[in-house]
């Protein structure tokens, strides 16, 4: 579609001659897929949806009690330094943004009072400052003010490194100033094409500055507040076991009116992902199961029991591999898989091509994941536009042999191949779960036809997406020399997904280890086209840039993508459930009701 048929389209939708559902098909139609085409809106002064489902209640209160199943259980509560999916979902009963993304991949307004856009002032024309009006009457738990300062606070908090807080890539290369009492400024300092990063979602999640200010920087570890939050969300806290349970009171002094319809909440981890989904689906003990990487077969049988239906939605979450190219076995400065440090024989770009042959994708998705997931070589899969077109991928046992015998690793007495002395033995960790349990199955087997050897080690769920400095066996430290998770895309636009692949934020020591590239594989092309994205105002060239990326590592065979996964849960039959693929499942709590 020519940019002038588009910019046809929006005066439509201005002058009200087009429906803003028939501009999205529109745009689906030609592949620009829903959050992209609601950027294209806001950036031409149309205002973005601000409703998400149709909230029916009337009143506040009366619903009684919300129970809701996390088997990966949730160990602390301070966003800021929440690396897990649980504890992100945890922290979101209690903590908001100033806005969240929707189903749709709009942005929703929570403590923000509006999206900002150019027709009301909020976005520059050089794409380097955005305003945010918050939502006035606003109080933390404890009754004091939500307001200016505390969104200026969040900003100072997360950008010390001395915090060293998970969210610090979305805070630490801006200016933040405050206008007034509920008015702030983020300064850029470049052109940003995609500022809906800071303050949104699971990054921008606000705690209270009168609570932590004297926490901020080497002290941050230090607040009782992590693990007692006093937010302004639709809950309030009453306790908290970490690994365990975690319970809140609807707050009768929420900010939108008639909201939330629960009494109380609890979220119950520990278990596993099949015993959550016959809970809720056979059993009816809770309304809601997150997170059901579950064979599919296994869910359709459930769903025959009546209490209740299979939840899936679209997202850009992706199981996949990470393949180590540090050395994981020898200690440097007092951690290891040190970015100095190179991996014994995984640093040979040949046995990691032969690894990515060694995976049966379609057996996976077929036999394994179903209605959970599509097969994939691209780490980035949604929106399409971000999707690259080039990577391919192959199942074959015979090339993975024919490469590791041109590379001159030769098989041993034992079958395993070896070469200077060194073994094509492997430790591959991932989480007790049942699909992956299975996927490491399917790839030890064709790991051996090939003459390599993999000992399959699984962690229980809680212990292996901790944000523990002090546990060995959380996914960001990668003792290991190889290991499978999903990766949740937190937002429609992929590039703070792929910070995880650039050289400034390696998973460290100095950093505890929340670094989001795990890897710890570097290339100076990532970075560079990386850093060219971040500035990049044209989205046809914006988009190829963050696509270079994802091929950059792809193609090096670090990240081996298995399943472009969708969000599967469970919810009672009587449940109305408010999910997003773009966040997490507590993303809008406070909208869900029960009929």
Same mark, same amino acid.
């Given at each position: 579609?020519?940019?002038?048929?588009?910019?046809?389209?929006?005066?439509?939708?201005?002058?009200?001659?087009?429906?803003?559902?028939?501009?999205?098909?529109?745009?689906?139609?030609?592949?620009?897929?829903?959050?992209?085409?609601?950027?294209?809106?806001?950036?031409?002064?149309?205002?973005?949806?601000?409703?998400?489902?149709?909230?029916?209640?009337?009143?506040?209160?009366?619903?009684?009690?919300?129970?809701?199943?996390?088997?990966?259980?949730?160990?602390?509560?301070?966003?800021?330094?929440?690396?897990?999916?649980?504890?992100?979902?945890?922290?979101?009963?209690?903590?908001?943004?100033?806005?969240?993304?929707?189903?749709?991949?709009?942005?929703?307004?929570?403590?923000?009072?509006?999206?900002?856009?150019?027709?009301?002032?909020?976005?520059?024309?050089?794409?380097?400052?955005?305003?945010?009006?918050?939502?006035?009457?606003?109080?933390?738990?404890?009754?004091?003010?939500?307001?200016?300062?505390?969104?200026?606070?969040?900003?100072?908090?997360?950008?010390?490194?001395?915090?060293?807080?998970?969210?610090?890539?979305?805070?630490?290369? =801006?200016?933040?100033?405050?206008?007034?009492?509920?008015?702030?400024?983020? $300064?850029?300092?470049?052109?940003?094409?995609?500022?809906?990063?800071?303050?949104?979602?699971?990054?921008?999640?606000?705690?209270?500055?009168?609570?932590?200010?004297?926490?901020?920087?080497?002290?941050?570890?230090?607040?009782?507040?992590?693990?007692?939050?006093?937010?302004?969300?639709?809950?309030?806290?009453?306790?908290?076991?970490?690994?365990?349970?975690?319970?809140?009171?609807?707050?009768?002094?929420?900010?939108?009116?008639?909201?939330?319809?629960?009494?109380?909440?609890?979220?119950?981890?520990?278990?596993?992902?099949?015993?959550?989904?016959?809970?809720?689906?056979?059993?009816?003990?809770?309304?809601?199961?997150?997170?059901?990487?579950?064979?599919?077969?296994?869910?359709?049988?459930?769903?025959?029991?009546?209490?209740?239906?299979?939840?899936?939605?679209?997202?850009?979450?992706?199981?996949?591999?990470?393949?180590?190219?540090?050395?994981?076995?020898?200690?440097?400065?007092?951690?290891?898989?040190?970015?100095?440090?190179?991996?014994?024989?995984?640093?040979?770009?040949?046995?990691?091509?032969?690894?990515?042959?060694? $995976?049966?994708?379609?057996?996976?998705?077929?036999?394994?994941?179903?209605?959970?997931?599509?097969?994939?070589?691209?780490?980035?899969?949604?929106?399409?536009?971000?999707?690259?077109?080039?990577?391919?991928?192959?199942?074959?046992?015979?090339?993975?042999?024919?490469?590791?015998?041109?590379?001159?690793?030769?098989?041993?007495?034992?079958?395993?191949?070896?070469?200077?002395?060194?073994?094509?033995?492997?430790?591959?960790?991932?989480?007790?779960?049942?699909?992956?349990?299975?996927?490491?199955?399917? $790839?030890?087997?064709?790991?051996?036809?090939?003459? $390599?050897?993999?000992?399959?080690?699984?962690?229980?769920?809680?212990?292996?997406?901790?944000?523990?400095?002090?546990?060995?066996?959380?996914?960001?430290?990668?003792?290991?020399?190889?290991?499978?998770?999903?990766?949740?895309?937190?937002?429609?636009?992929?590039?703070?997904?792929?910070?995880?692949?650039?050289?400034?934020?390696?998973?460290?020591?100095?950093?505890?280890?929340?670094?989001?590239?795990?890897?710890?594989?570097?290339?100076?092309?990532?970075?560079?086209?990386?850093?060219?994205?971040?500035?990049?105002?044209?989205?046809?060239?914006?988009?190829?840039?963050?696509?270079?990326?994802?091929?950059?590592?792809?193609?090096?065979?670090?990240?081996?993508? =298995?399943?472009?996964?969708?969000?599967?849960?469970?919810?009672?039959?009587?449940?109305?459930?408010? =999910?997003?693929?773009?966040?997490?499942?507590?993303?809008?709590?406070?909208?869900?009701?029960?009929?």
């Amino acid at each position: 579609m020519k940019e002038e048929e588009i910019r046809g389209l929006v005066a439509g939708v201005k002058d009200g001659s087009l429906s803003r559902r028939s501009f999205m098909q529109r745009m689906a139609a030609v592949g620009i897929m829903a959050p992209i085409a609601s950027q294209i809106l806001a950036w031409n002064d149309v205002a973005m949806a601000d409703a998400t489902v149709k909230y029916k209640p009337t009143k506040a209160g009366g619903g009684g009690a919300l129970k809701i199943l996390l088997w990966q259980a949730p160990t602390l509560l301070n966003p800021h330094f929440a690396a897990g999916t649980k504890d992100q979902i945890a922290c979101r009963v209690f903590y908001e943004p100033l806005a969240g993304w929707d189903k749709e991949g709009n942005l929703f307004p929570q403590l923000a009072a509006e999206i900002p856009s150019k027709a009301n002032g909020g976005l520059s024309a050089d794409g380097k400052t955005v305003t945010w009006k918050l939502k006035q009457g606003v109080k933390w738990h404890d009754g004091k003010p939500f307001t200016a300062d505390d969104v200026v606070f969040n900003w100072e908090y997360a950008a010390d490194p001395a915090t060293a807080a998970y969210t610090t890539g979305s805070y630490k290369d =801006i200016k933040v100033e405050k206008v007034d009492a509920h008015t702030i400024k983020v $300064i850029f300092k470049e052109p940003t094409p995609f500022w809906a990063d800071p303050f949104v979602g699971v990054v921008g999640m606000m705690v209270p500055k009168h609570l932590f200010a004297e926490y901020k920087g080497a002290k941050s570890r230090e607040a009782p507040a992590n693990l007692k939050p006093v937010g302004t969300g639709p809950y309030k806290f009453v306790e908290f076991k970490p690994g365990d349970i975690l319970t809140g009171e609807r707050n009768t002094d929420y900010h939108v009116k008639n909201q939330p319809q629960f009494d109380t909440i609890e979220a119950k981890g520990g278990g596993d992902a099949v015993s959550a989904a016959r809970a809720v689906l056979q059993t009816g003990e809770y309304d809601y199961a997150w997170n059901l990487q579950v064979e599919d077969e296994v869910l359709k049988r459930m769903e025959t029991g009546g209490r209740g239906k299979v939840v899936a939605v679209p997202a850009g979450d992706v199981e996949f591999i990470t393949l180590n190219t540090t050395d994981p076995w020898t200690e440097v400065d007092g951690e290891r898989s040190s970015a100095k440090t190179k991996h014994p024989t995984l640093s040979d770009p040949k046995v990691r091509a032969a690894l990515n042959l060694l $995976i049966d994708r379609d057996s996976i998705e077929k036999f394994i994941y179903g209605r959970g997931g599509i097969a994939t070589a691209s780490f980035v899969n949604e929106p399409k536009q971000f999707k690259s077109t080039k990577l391919k991928y192959e199942f074959s046992i015979d090339k993975a042999n024919k490469i590791l015998d041109e590379a001159g690793w030769k098989k041993g007495a034992d079958g395993i191949r070896e070469k200077d002395g060194k073994k094509l033995k492997y430790v591959f960790q991932t989480s007790i779960n049942a699909p992956r349990q299975k996927t490491q199955a399917i $790839i030890k087997q064709a790991c051996q036809r090939a003459g $390599i050897d993999l000992e399959l080690k699984s962690v229980t769920a809680s212990v292996f997406f901790s944000s523990d400095v002090a546990n060995p066996d959380t996914y960001t430290k990668l003792y290991v020399d190889m290991e499978m998770y999903t990766q949740t895309q937190p937002q429609p636009d992929p590039e703070r997904f792929l910070n995880q692949c650039v050289s400034w934020e390696i998973a460290s020591k100095e950093n505890k280890w929340l670094g989001r590239n795990v890897s710890r594989y570097t290339d100076p092309e990532a970075d560079k086209a990386y850093k060219a994205a971040q500035t990049e105002l044209d989205p046809a060239k914006r988009a190829a840039l963050l696509i270079k990326v994802n091929e950059i590592f792809c193609e090096a065979n670090v990240l081996l993508p =298995i399943i472009s996964r969708t969000v599967v849960g469970a919810a009672a039959n009587n449940l109305t459930a408010d =999910i997003s693929g773009w966040e997490v499942t507590t993303w809008n709590l406070a909208a869900w009701y029960r009929s």
